[in-house]
């Protein structure tokens, strides 16, 4: 199993720039997460999808902030247009149906977010 | 409020003794599940151990054991044996069916492992 997959690993932008943030769940999860990371916040969750389809977005700081789920194997999260705040480790995870209380998430292995 | 507080900001442990990092929770759910995630300095999310709500007995997995302790709403995590590897963040971490099912997360604990 390829567990979950970001991309990019690394990601440096320039302030007003579009970014744009890969995530591929592990084959036959069917809810998936984006997680941002800082030291001043710890871990936020910013959106969860189930099934594809976006369940609590209440994290998503602004609207600058979107995330899309076409299908089962893909997510992305773009930020547009980006601002140094935002500089951070983003992470995607991906789990069994959220119904289950023990259905433990998995991470992938994140993308840091530099934007200058 | 569904909320989960890890009051230790760091640790220091020899290696080869145990150590136990602290976590409560609090919750009004009767059911729910706890979860403790380690985060070496490479950055990757680890899964360690899931102790549930209803559970009669306290997790373990390996060297890592969860002290559960429900009238107490705590949830410690005890290391034994540790390891110079075992140097890493680890997160507390909640579901609740109230929250909507999404991990409720702790701030963590920095552990530091001396030779």
């Known amino acids: 199993d390829a567990g979950v997959i970001q991309s990019p690993r690394h990601e440096v932008t320039e302030m007003g720039q579009e970014v744009t943030l890969r995530c591929k769940p592990i084959s036959g999860h069917n809810s998936l997460f984006w997680y941002r990371q800082t030291m001043m916040r710890g871990l936020e969750l910013l959106i969860y999808?189930?099934?594809?389809?976006?369940?609590?977005d209440s994290g998503m700081p602004e609207d600058r902030f979107s995330a899309k789920m076409p299908n089962a194997s893909f997510s992305t999260l773009k930020i547009q247009p980006s601002e140094p705040r935002d500089s951070a480790v983003y992470f995607c995870a991906s789990s069994h149906s959220p119904g289950q209380r023990n259905t433990e998430a998995f991470f992938g292995q994140g993308t840091r977010l530099t934007v200058v | 409020a569904q909320k989960i507080t890890q009051t230790q900001p760091g640790m220091f442990v020899q290696e080869k003794e145990a150590v136990t990092l602290d976590c409560t929770y609090d919750t009004s759910d009767p059911s729910y599940g706890l979860f403790w995630y380690k985060q070496p300095s490479s950055g990757e999310m680890i899964f360690l151990i899931y102790?549930?709500?209803?559970d009669q007995q306290n997790a373990t997995e390996g060297r890592y054991s969860l002290n559960f302790q429900k009238a107490r709403k705590s949830a410690n995590l005890v290391i034994s044996a540790s390891q110079l590897g075992d140097s890493a963040m680890y997160f507390c971490a909640m579901k609740t069916a109230g929250n909507n099912r999404k991990l409720i997360w702790g701030l963590g604990t920095s552990l530091a492992v001396n030779p």
């Open positions: 102790q549930g709500s209803y």
């Open positions: 999808f189930n099934n594809n389809v976006p369940i609590d």
